[in-house]
């Protein structure tokens, strides 16, 4: 497997702190809730959270943004310390910072500081972005996108370049590959004035269909896709969209979802693939990210904001390990199922989406090819590793996708280490060999109801027994 592709972020970096504590009362001298045993993190925000979400997922990231001699921007070079390359442009005024106050995890108020913005820019940052192979523009409206701006409409000509806008920025540059606006930040774009038969009929995706073509037309853009929370986002390419759903519906802190969907977005363009495959990558990503507790896995308590957690910088490179890693740090549950899945059928997804339904996420061990043709012989596989792996990855209800060679799967799920082992149920008379191994952690072994009548065997030997049809051509012959 290639290794990610270096990517380009250029915006304008946040400083994002969080006062977490639980309210049980009222303040006696007025109706507002007292907060209290709070406690304060500190994370990248804006270009600077794109920018280290980039970089989590294994590729080397490169970010261009202002950062200037106050505590803030002190603060924030400290914690992109060791994730990302910095190129700096200089910062006139504060590097800006919001404060939430949460109350059981749930936003009760935020507090902005800091009006900075990038004053200028410089010759190492001219370079960075004319010679970058892939960029991402994460615009907060703080200048860091227009002291570029020239440069960035050449190169938007020639390589991937995905624009995140914000109302308070300009919008991007013409050409670019996908433009990322939210519902909301959509309709404030296009400012487009709906017919009274329109606004009779027009719905949540209705107005993001047109909104997302006007956009297409008015910024020359490739593509825009339109980001709609939990239910996914609406590509279009100026014609009929494509809706890209959610997998599932993920409840959590939303904070932070928008850079995670254009970070992935930009990355796997990066990598060469399609835009519509980016889009669909980077829904999958931006839903795990709000299930597994938004940007929490980035933040860093305030008595020890003296560079990333040990954790973070230890995470391994593989998805499916790292997506355990996630999802176990922020408190949820693993799920892991197993099995060849040659000829994916109604069992398998059955299977598949219930073991999805008891974790917060669900990751395959799925056999190699030399795995299944010792189990079950040498006229299996039927169809390919790659394949296989391709079509399990498709289904909404898995996350990621691991390939292990043995012939059960316990080295991988030692370093998985799941807290559910998901098993159909024509295992329930037989004590399974990895069931020890699962139990010694602290994991459980569930299975589920066979479906019955389905099996991949079966499909093959109705299909090899079915009579084959007489093509037209043959007809009549002796």
């Known amino acids: 497997m290639n290794a990610p592709a270096p ?15 639980r309210a049980e009362r009222l303040a006696p001298d007025a109706p507002v809730p007292v907060v209290s045993g709070t406690r304060r993190t500190s994370r990248p925000g804006g270009a600077a959270l794109a920018a280290c979400l980039a970089a989590a997922d294994g590729r080397p990231v490169t970010l261009v943004t202002a950062l200037g001699d106050d505590e803030a921007s002190e603060e924030l070079g400290r914690l992109l310390a060791g994730r990302v390359r910095l190129v700096r442009l200089p910062l006139s005024g504060g590097l800006s910072s919001k404060t939430r106050v949460l109350v059981d995890g749930r936003p009760l108020l935020r507090l902005d500081d800091g009006e900075g913005r990038a004053a200028e820019g410089t010759d190492e940052a001219c370079r960075a972005v004319a010679e970058a192979r892939a960029l991402l523009v994460s615009d907060y409206g703080r200048g860091g996108a227009d002291v570029l701006r020239e440069v960035l409409r050449s190169v938007a000509a020639r390589v991937p370049v995905v624009w995140d806008p914000h109302p308070r920025g300009s919008p991007p540059v013409p050409g670019v590959r996908l433009a990322t606006p939210s519902a909301t930040e959509a309709r404030g774009f296009a400012a487009r004035s709906a017919t009274s038969e329109e606004a ?31 239910r ?7 014609e009929t969209p494509l809706l890209v759903p959610s997998p599932v519906t993920a409840d959590g802190d939303a904070c932070g979802a928008g850079d995670r969907f254009a970070a992935t977005a930009a990355g796997l363009l990066a990598d060469g693939e399609l835009t519509e495959t980016a889009v669909r990558g980077a829904v999958h990503a931006a839903t795990r990210y709000v299930a597994e507790g938004g940007g929490r896995s980035l933040a860093v308590d305030g008595a020890a904001a003296g560079g990333p957690r040990a954790a973070d910088a ?15 740090a922020a408190g949820g549950t693993v799920a892991a199922a197993g099995g060849c899945f040659d000829l994916l059928h109604a069992g398998h997804v059955a299977l598949l989406q ?41 289904l909404e209800c ?3 996708v691991a390939v292990f060679d043995e012939d059960t799967p316990e080295r991988l799920l ?45 499909i093959a030997e109705r299909a090899a027994s079915a009579p084959r049809p007489v093509r037209p051509a043959q007809r009549g012959r002796r």
């Open 314 to 328: 230890a995470q391994p490179s593989d998805d499916a390990l790292r997506t355990a890693a996630r999802v176990r």
């Open 354 to 394: 219930a073991a999805r339904s008891t974790g917060d996420c669900l990751i395959v061990c799925v056999n190699s090819d030399a795995s299944v043709r010792r189990r079950k012989g040498d006229g299996r596989p039927l169809v390919p590793l790659a394949d296989r792996v391709r079509v399990l990855r498709a």
């Open 232 to 238: 996914g986002a609406l590509l279009s390419h100026g």
């Open 414 to 458: 030692g370093e998985l280490r799941p807290h559910i082992w998901a098993k159909g149920g024509d295992y329930a008379l037989a004590r399974l060999p990895e069931a020890s191994l699962v139990e010694s952690w602290g994991g459980q072994v569930v299975l589920f109801p066979y479906l019955d009548g389905r099996s991949t065997t079966g």
């Open 398 to 400: 898995v996350d990621a």
């Open 200 to 230: 009779e009929y027009e719905g949540a995706l209705q107005r993001a269909a047109r909104d997302a073509g006007a956009l297409v037309r008015a910024w020359r853009a490739a593509s825009v896709a339109v980001t709609l929370g939990g």
């Open 7 to 21: 990517l380009l972020v250029v915006g304008d970096a946040l400083l994002d702190h969080d006062l977490c504590g």
